[in-house]
């Protein structure tokens, strides 16, 4: 399929993609805010600029997106026909990077929690997911100081 957009329309419309304070970020936010948890939000100094930084609790939290970040078996995690050489090594970049960024993090002592923007599509699933992830962190620091 061939792009129907010419070069200049397809920069604009790339252009428009944000890199945070996305739909799914500012929905997992509100829900942890609710539930009583307070964060930092693209903190700098600490690799990948995390979504969100507890610091009482040692840990950073990203709020990845299936498309760019490959969510493996997620619907929105395909390939564009056109240009695929390009995607795929963008895609592998990206992929290799987040490792890279979760080991440094894991080495300096953070807890990483990586979301899925397809686990926070709705605000059910954005309140659900931010239950889990604050008794995760709950139990976390009770056990920290047992």
């Not at 930084?53 to 619907?75: D, M, N, P, Q, S």
């Not at 929105?76 to 979760?102: C, G, I, M």
């Amino acid at each position: 399929m061939v792009d129907t957009l010419t070069p200049a329309q397809r920069s604009e419309r790339m252009s428009r993609i944000r890199s945070r304070d996305t739909k799914p970020e500012i929905a997992l936010r509100k829900a942890l805010h609710r539930l009583g948890f307070r964060f930092r939000v693209h903190r700098t100094g600490l690799p990948g600029k995390p979504d969100m930084v507890l610091a009482k609790y040692r840990t950073v939290i990203f709020v990845h997106g299936c498309f760019w970040h490959r969510h493996e078996g997620c619907k929105v995690a395909t390939t564009p026909k056109s240009n695929t050489e390009f995607w795929n090594d963008k895609f592998s970049r990206n992929v290799e990077r987040d490792k890279q960024v979760l080991k440094q993090l894991e080495d300096d002592g953070w807890y990483v929690v990586i979301v899925w923007e397809c686990e926070l599509d709705t605000h059910a699933k954005a309140a659900s997911t931010a239950d889990v992830l604050g008794r995760n962190l709950r139990m976390r620091l009770a056990e920290k100081w047992k």
